[in-house]
């Protein structure tokens, strides 16, 4: 393969059909980060869920998601984006983790992402449980201008411990990230939560620190359009990341997760935010929690990776501004 | 066990995890009715889909039911309630039944309810088919004052006879307690009907009694909101039962059911209504026809299971306001 | 059988209960085409799927669609339409296919639908893949007046060739039917287009035709009753088909399919549209791509099934209309 | 249909595929009992399960074994018998039931057999649960000549009464039998039997009564062949019936059953059974116990109609022989 | 409940259906162990799987297993022994465990089993990963007198490391356990081993420590009933522990496992090897490795737990052994 | 990549956890057939069914028999062989293929094992449906010395035409290879062979050319060891392909298939078999008819990609024995 060119493309469905050949992100070529040259926007998994303190089953996210992201095509039928004409794209493997150790995971995912960042590629990453944010931002942010966040989810991921103990879990993830000081509250947003809490007080850390909480119940008021314009005035022109638990969605779009609640939005209705964000300063993502086991049918997959080739539209559009300077 | 005094409330998911532990309702302790005293609401299954006219099931469902309330938690995130802090809850285990005889199944439910009512408990029950209320009501009614009831369902369930003879199916509950004078038609809105129909005359009856009927299309038009106003105007002051079939819900969201009816609510419309039921005089509930073998995921029962937790929640306010009389 | 005269009516659920009994299409009585006189309405199946080019199955939609089917009632709640009381309604069974030639295929099936077409009988149809539609077309279209469609779907279905040879796909009888001039592209409108398309282009050819596209997003602008009467419009008074794709609910409402894309439109807009369509002069429908492989549990199969249920109430008063002449 | 000649053959597999078409029995042609002249062997469904005091399902064996049977083909490979050469076959439809109803519905069921055993057709039945076998003896048993069996199954269905008061359930049906005198113990021997006892005592009435039980144990000491030797010894030359629980095949080969024990036989050593029995006298059969909630795949399905095809070989045989005289 | 004596005894499926009610482990009364005064056995779960470095989901066994236990009855009907008669039996309930932190979960694992073992209480386990034997060996082995075992499995479980550091895998408790010098590698006995190895090195360790490894070819070349001898001859009269895992058996008896093995023995043969251990000095025993998100059918959970029934007959006679001194 | 040298084993499961990553086959590296210089053994897909009569589905085996195959590892525990210490491995990826053209697709495949073919790479297939094998042989046959075969199925596949006309289904491959000359009859042997059939002649054919027909009761009556020596000696010392349709074992270890037959032998008898073939003049093998969408557990993939291990241990050994002349 020596004096051959990658051609960062996926691989044509009129050559071989969709549901065949080796299952990568997109159909797109598999290339380690170490020889990840050229490549703009790297997709990659991260096949852990030694965080999560309920329902396992994450860790099998980025294989099933692979296999189903084969069902997705080269161009946006709304917006018009062509990713793979603006930008380089590759799949970049899984991140090296360890199946029952918090701080060695941590570790191991976060030189993975290093390695992605310091080839200034841009990280679209399909989890997982959600504390695998956690390294990913400690990766690739800069301590002198802390991330924003648009944040889809059920559950706001600011609890402190677990256990008495445990300070790593995928419940703890943005607390953590406030606390380095990597990610800053104040431009950070909040889409979907709801469910029962085990206390009033469940709610204050994150409001406190001046995060924007929109509830399910809001979220119906308002709807997407203006949640997602309500999200640009948030996150503002800062380096922003995009963070999104399927479990925002409703149950019936994304049943295979861990930690379902009930009533939330459509896969419809998260394409239109995601669409909404269009212009952010993006450098990274990721769609974290598709549980397979809790899903054969490969339906929360699905969703999930389409939700990532919405992101990887806005990535690539970026990724040409960019270019362009 | 002898001199420790019953804490009524859930085990803390920070002693066992929520998916571990034997299943009992919301993790509350388990009590025999003949024991529960101090008990202000009891939960307890009916186990048992004997009155089942096409496709059976349901007699499972609150064994299910228990396993999916182990996720649900203590705090309301919108009413702000914590029901275990303002009532006594726990579960009264299931209900004795007869899997292959009605009658005996009718008597058998009523008595266990009727030891609950006596004691001063509110039930909140998980069927089992939708013919369970009639015992259930036949106990806790007063006929000098009979019941007002909101009803979610895809179906009236005001039909006559099965099979030209049987007179108690789980199509048939509302005319029975219509006719035992137990059930005020006058102060019942039934929500959700919808789904072809033997013929025109299957509308009649109900309409004749003054049931307020409200068909899917005229929720639609309505919404939650105002469909919930309705039903508080319906029921107007005076005890009221809440009957929640899942098959008033769409299919998507209640697939394990046995009369699935395309084209319903969302559970988030139906926590809506339900929400939208604050402070009505309530005096006993179910959340029926939930059918395990249909939806091996739990999805439905989650649903339901949900469900029962916001009609918990109004539950122990109006047990609250009681005791503070 | 000889001297008994067929009753063209659904066996009753108070004869055999509704799960039970031999499964043709809404408990019909089944004939042969051939000896299908008086029959006004003919509902038959066409059990293939040879011009699938990714996930295969819906060969076995309509046994599954007639297992699902006997759910189904004979009165319709909204419109009041009693459709066995309008017209001769039956099952007449499964056109002959190849399972491993389209052109084959091509010719048994229009050979079907010419049989029950020169019997003057309309037919609705259960699919099979969507290239069924093209020989049913080429069997009932008069090109003196080339038919209108209603096309409800996901994808276009036009098209133009496939591995650069195959003219016959599932994604190509529209382009075809248009080709032949046995469809009339300025009355047709497509409902709910939406997912990734490998180029821009592939969105032109049916534009240029003078095709009435309503991507999803204009979909959710407009709802579902104005898009019913857009459809009114489009096809006018003259021959019209309705080709009812499930691919075009959203995947929780029809997850057994072959091409899902997230997104659509629910069953409950489905069935509204459809309702909006009263009046047309119809001559002819189907519903097609379910796969049962792909949902074992039979929910998109009695979604389908339901939506042919809403098309037989349309037909029937057609029927009905034109009998009184 | 009037003048037309029936055909008593399956529908060629050559004409439609074989999992296409209309699912009757092994694809023959489907005849009321009441128009069913010149058959010899009508194959028919229980489609019931009122009896079931465990976990029901088992009243939508018959349509899921209807389509799981199309899989059959015309030819037995190791005897070479033909059946359809040797008798005429069709499939009758299925028994009028009543969900709700045990004594009715043995009134009904009794009254379906009684009318095909009276036109001289050999029944082979497909349950429903285990209680169906009483009424079908009822039906076709001569008192003066009670009926032996051949009993493939887990449980004895022996047991007496079932919450004190119910006599007819899926665990008593042939301690009724017996004590009807249609029955004779003596010639009874039932293979399989295994698993749990509430007491030492469950076992002892068959055993007294002549009932010759060979439990699971002495089954794998002797294998099937001797076991279908001592089977054709102890029923002898005198009309017999062969009652095929699908319970008594190991889970692994029955899944979908509502009582399952693990540790039984295999379907192919089930099948040597069968085959083991050439030449009984035999007078009905049935297969029954299969319950598709419990095994959405069909294997049960298809394992229970493969014993139905080898069933019906020896059926065809026993015609043959009878009509040659 | 104060002055009611405890019925250690099974709920009676006269009184509730065996599918109904709260399910606690074999329908016995739930005491916490420090309420278990005058039990004999107690059976309790483990709902962990954080030692797992493959496809996790044995934290949700117990709760499974649980439910398919009511399926189980109170007569072994092949050795006569009827447990509940002759020891008194009672669900303990789960074990506390840290579904993050490993050591964490040892320590509460091994306190927990402290606390039952100190009341002279047998213990019956349900897990959970492997993992869990390691700290329910420490608690009830004496170092004095190691135990020996009885071994069933496709692995051996005596790797040493994994990802370089940990210790604790569920590949590893049976090399710690013998490093500890609780577990006796002359009296352990492992049978069903199978599989590829990633060396030839990982058989070693085991064979030089003196582990009598019996591979499933050679359990196919011996038969249950001589490999049964041959564990009671390794085993000897010394105490011993029975740790079943079920991917020993073939995974079409146990597809819910997360390191499936094909190729393995039957539950009936299970049964088999189990009962031929009658009257081994039991000091405790396990079922592991039950993952219900890999089989939502229950089936792995049934088979798991009949063969607890299985052993719990053993232990019962024991104690009965034991008291009658 | 351009200057590394590819290491031809697979990724180390210390590296990255065995459910983790890109699923390659038996996860060695990636190439595509034209840069597979060096290679000894190409394992490759042909994800096509496009022959199938029946039910389809084997389109989608070659990735889930990727997935599944991540589950195995370097070390046979019986023979000791290391496949890839013995000869270079790769994942050629699969065959491109038409997805609706059976002719246009026999080219293709031929076309792509010709490449592999004359790059002296043993090629092991995973398929697709049984017609794939007629142009693998093709590719690899020499006329001079036709292929000897070791065919396990439980159909002879040796049909003549289909609907009259097809001359190439799954039904028909050994017919046409035979006719071609490219196998000898004489040199094959079939193991499992059983099924109804359409009539006595279907047998004939085969039988007449001389294959050597192991119905599957001649199976049981052997056992695996003396049929593996019966298949040893029809086939010789001459080369040798094996075929294993999955549908020859029992459809319980294979459920996933699309015409499952009831009464085969179990995976490890057919481990037990292929074992038995050591020494065979190996020139090709090939596992097929795994059919997903009939197996979403994944079980039949993986028993399919198992036995594929056992190939890839013998063909291994081969290739060091040709290396060392």
Known sequence: MSDKKTNFKPVSGAVLPRYAGIATFMRLPHLAPDDADG??????????????????????????????????????????????????CADLGDSPVNPIQIEDTLD??????????????????????????????????????????VHFDAHTDTWDRYFGESKYTHGTPFRRAIEEGILDPKRVIQIGIRGGLYTADDKEWGLAQGIRVVEIEEYF????????????????????????DVDGMDPVYAP???????????????QRMIRG???????????VEVSPPFDASGATALAGVTIMWEILCLMAEKVAERKRG
């Open 39 to 88: 490549v703009d926007i790297g997709i990659t998994g991260v096949p852990w869920d030694g965080g999560t303190t309920n329902r396992a089953g994450a860790r099998h996210g980025p294989r099933q998601m692979r296999d189903m992201s084969t069902l997705t095509r080269n161009y946006h039928h709304v917006s018009g984006i062509s990713p793979y004409e603006l930008a380089n």
């Open 108 to 149: 191991r995912v976060e030189t993975h992402f290093r390695t992605i960042h310091e080839k200034g590629i841009l990280p679209l990453t399909a989890g997982g449980d959600h504390l695998i944010t956690l390294p990913i931002m400690r990766a690739i942010a800069d301590k002198a201008r802390p991330l924003g966040m």
């Open 256 to 270: 295979g997760t861990g930690t379902p609640e009930i009533g939330g939005y459509s896969t419809h209705e998260a």
């Open 277 to 287: 964000l269009r212009g952010l300063d993006l450098v990274g993502a990721d769609v």
């Open 221 to 244: 008021d308002l709807g997407p359009d203006k949640v997602a314009a309500l999200a640009r005035e948030v996150v503002g022109g800062g380096p922003t990341y995009i963070s999104f």
